[in-house]
């Protein structure tokens, strides 16, 4: 026992460096059959497009400045697609390997900053401690959506340059002549998070808080730095202040921008105080058969005792805050407090307020390192009471870290082939919309619509609120898929509903239409539908106030039938909603062409020209453009 | 002094003495070297032979997670024992019986060092250091020798499945030792709250080991509790310490406690069981009184010819008194019991003995309805037993003058290395082994089928190993002949039945007044409650009537299954048998077949072979969304995953 006792306790630095090389190898050896696994919804959109910046060096800055996904446009998770598409083959499995390398990196950044922060708390816990946590960190099988989802880049470097920040910090206050170099450092880093991903802006008070309750202004040499405490109150106590006046001032913009969302802010915020415990247990003690990408099922919290769990979950909530504040009090309590603060400031943007889709296991790729450093905090208070228990407490921390290791690796698995991925999305969440909806999909392009028809069911029965419409849109579009003769009495079925809404769901009409676009089901009657959309929409009697992009994509059906007349008052419709949109605009010019509107069309030229010279237009545009001013 | 203890001795007679201990220790090692090749035989091949989920080279690392739950034996699927056969498989690349037993082999070293080390803490303990033994070390060393050594312990070492009983073994002997070694020191020193913790937590993290290796290992606190209440008697800091007396006592109940609840709240948990079985809970627990003090005679008077594989010719104790030997068995218990409980203080080891004796046994020889008889069970309990016996050598040489120690102990490890050679060779070749168990236990019908079935393999092999024509014969009918024993012994065995009529219809279909066996196969279905054995049974038969579609007798075997399922519509097994049945028959639609499968779906949604059975019909149908949809079922059943690697395979070809 003896000899074990002396493991733990001075780690030399090679076992160190081989324990760390080890965890390491071992992820990447988890993760790696996940690289050949699919791209994924929002990676379409995103990362199919990458243009090559060596060949068009004009697209690749549209590529990078373009992206609408946040109020910044993330340009260094774009400019980080951008690079390695110059550097590798460009497919999916290269960025799920660039995912994966960041994931390591990213597992590096939490141990160097858990070791930064267990050396102060106390030198002899550091090394092994640090990386049998970063290790749980690394292996938790709630970040395989993450890593594997090409897309979550953003949220990934997002934590690269946030943990960067926070490690700089240390370094800055750990110095023992302070440098302003590594304060430099953090502010960069900082600046380089928010511009991956907008949330990384709680790195500013995870910053504050981490000097207000980890290091309580204390310096190297022990001397309290009582200019510091003020200020640091000072900007907690302004952030907050501005926090509660902003939302007291935007209350009713907030309200309203839930309209589009199935709940309200009050619901919102009722169901995250359920998510938090949830994210908490499947982060501590994982149950992977609920993990996947489609959480859309969750129950929503109407009051507080809708369900009755929202009761219980604040006042856990509740309980928490108060055993916090208790734990203030104390120079453990203080790093425990920190390390709660950890995980729900991390998710203060994402699971609060914001008119965000309720549940995603990535948000908490950053606030999961907090979850870690409670459970190290816990250890090593555990330690400092019963110094014996030591290295036995580190054989359980590694046996927990190697039962997270198993469940990952299922997890990984399961993201590895494509057709597992669709039916154990919809094994493990029977009530999501988009999970029903995906093997509708999948079942009615193996050419089995009744099943495909079950599931669409399913889908529709999982969201009470879905149009009718939006179901039968679906169901014609399921036909295509599998390529079942529809007659035109099916398009009967579509009626104009009360609200004066014909089809809500742009993406199916969108998806429908494509297909028909491209003839993939000769046996749909493309004419008969045509006509049925045109007689809600462009007929007299026509009052359908639907969405812009439905008259997008029935202008792009009625293109493909040749009806040129229909697809102009389609788009003109579209670009009437939408003045200053160039897709539209260049449709619309396409359409004017070909129908001989030559005062319109030269028109809508001068005005496209406007538009360019204003640099809004891509390079694509441009040379689209270019070839009508040379007809 | 005179040498009667070796301690006394010179240095020089010391060297020899432990050198003689040295040489028959490598002789026991070297008989069971020679003895890895036996085959692989009984639950090796349902854990280990036939589990395509162990079988991985390791590049995947899901594939270990997969492997080690891949066993459907205990509760917990042993995870820790499995996650060994896997390494054992993806380092030499097969499932070979030399590899695996010589895992065994090297489990069974280190458990004796196990025992060496617990034996000293043993005897140093606060009850018995007063004990005139001498030379406590080594005593220490004649009880891990006798341990090692112990010819019993062969069909646990040897039986490669057993891997499992010697990893709970091997960690709960080291928590035990964890115990003791801390607990010396508490009955001097005391121990902080700290070092009390460590100690828990230590033990605790290997008690979830054995565990995981084999269910028996959740014996190790109430084995702890044993070694507190008869050997450290509550002592702490040289004084005794009441409160820690009571609370071992208490704790010493507590699990009898426990049992009691969980038959007085929920008694199906346990009765539940023996609806599949030939016994009550009441015949079970007579028996196991004989039984018990059988294992006993067994380690302190090797009989190998008493010993063997199986030992399902055990007489069942219907009451009391029949047979007689069982109220005796029960009086004899209950008095050591009471005896070693009453003098406990004055034989302390005496009392040890005992309570870890049958603590140890509690699980397997109690009252859950596994069956009657088996070797491997003494595994654990055996360890105070050998413990017990060095310390009564020690004593007697200490006692009775002419008695020298160093002839004492060579000759009982001689005497045990000589039975160990002798044992381990009849295991070392499969049809040494079923005939010697079948000349030990002539009333076993498993004895006699074993040796049936190893001698029927090799007249199935008789060119490829050189054997005349004639020789052959006489193999088909030695194979014959003990299946026949074994239908005569037991009656109601249908496996008997089904091998009697695959032989007779291959090689004996001229015999004179041949019996209808499928006829009494169809009386027996309608009489017996079937066991998984029977279903082994009928699946046997079924491959034989897959194999060649045109054989005689074929389409009554399938009536007799058409019935079956009729009469058993919800009986999963019987459905599979006749989808396997029909699979390979070109007459019968994929889509028919489906339907089977879909009937055996609905009964029993666990059964994960159905869904492969599914996929495997959709594919020949081309039916790729049925693939989707059997894919998911599947999934849906397997809730651990532990068919990931099957799944991922459907979707790669």
Redesign the interface.
Known sequence: ?THIAQFSGKVRFPLRLVLAILTLA?TA??YF?GLSGPALLDDFANVGVIPNVISSPQEGLDYLFGNRSGPLGRPVSMASFLIERQFTDGSVRASKFVNLSLHLLNGCLVYWLLLLLFRHVDASLTSVLAILLSAGWLLSPMYVSTVLYVVQRMAMLAATFGLLALISYCMWRDATRASPVWALFSVIFFLLAVLSKENAIVIVPLILLLEALWYDFTAVGRHSLDKARVAVYAMIIFGLLTIVMLLVLGHEWLVNSFHHRPFTLSERLLTQSRIFWDYLAQLLLPD??RMGVYHDDIVLSRSIADPIYTLYALVGLALLASICLKMLTYQYGRYFVYAILFFVIGHSVESTVFPLELYFEHRNYLPGVGVFLVLGVAIAAWIK?????KS??L??LG?YVVLL??QT??Q???W?????FV??S??AHPRSFRANTGMAT??AS???IS?ARHYSASAHSANQSEPLNDYLLRELALSCAADESVPSQRFELLEMSDNGRFITSVQTLHALVLMLQDDSCPKFDRYGFADRMEHFYLSKSATAGDAPGVFFSLAILENSLQRYDNAYNYIETYTRNNPNDIKGLMMKLHFLVILGKTKERDNLISNLLEYNKAGLLTVAQQRTLDLYLDM | MKWRAISDSSAGKKRTFYLCVGILLLAGLIAYSFSLTGALFFDDRQNLVNNGLLQIDGSRFDDWRVAALSSGAGITRRPVAMLTFAINHAVFGDISPAHLKAVNLLIHIAISLLVYAFATSVLASPALNELDIGDRRLWSVVAAAIWFLHPLQVSTVLYAVQRMAQLSTLFVVAGLLVFTRYRLRWALQGASSGEVASAVLWIAMLWLLAIFSKENGVLLPWLIVVTEVSLFQGIWRKQTSLGLLRVGWFALFLPLMGLGLVLALSPDIVVGGYSYREFSLEERLLTQARILWQYLSWLLLPDIRAMGFQHDDVVLSKSLLNPITTLLAVFSWVALLWASWRYRHAYPLVFFAVLFYLVAHSLESSMFPLEMVYEHRNYLPSVAVVVFVAAVFGLMTRQISVLRPEFLVIGVLSVLAILLGLRTYAWSDELLRSRVNVENHPMSPRAHFFYANATFQQYRDGEKLGYSLEEQKKLAVRSHYHFERMYDIDSTSLTAVVMLHQLESELFSQMPGRPDRLKTLSDLLELKRLQSSDYSALGSLVQYYSRDLGRNGRRRFGLMLEDLVELFPNNAEFLVLKYEFYAADTEISPIDRLAILEQVAVANPHRMQVYAYMIAENRKLGDWAGIHKATLRWMEADQSRRHLRALRQVFNR
Do not use: C, H, N
């Open positions: 026992m071992l050896w988890i059959p992977v058969s009471k019963w110094p014996q228990i036995v407490l054989f359980y046996a290791a198993f690796s299922s990984v698995e399961v590895a082939s494509e057709p597992l039916l154990d919809v094994k999948r079942m193996l050419g089995d099943a």
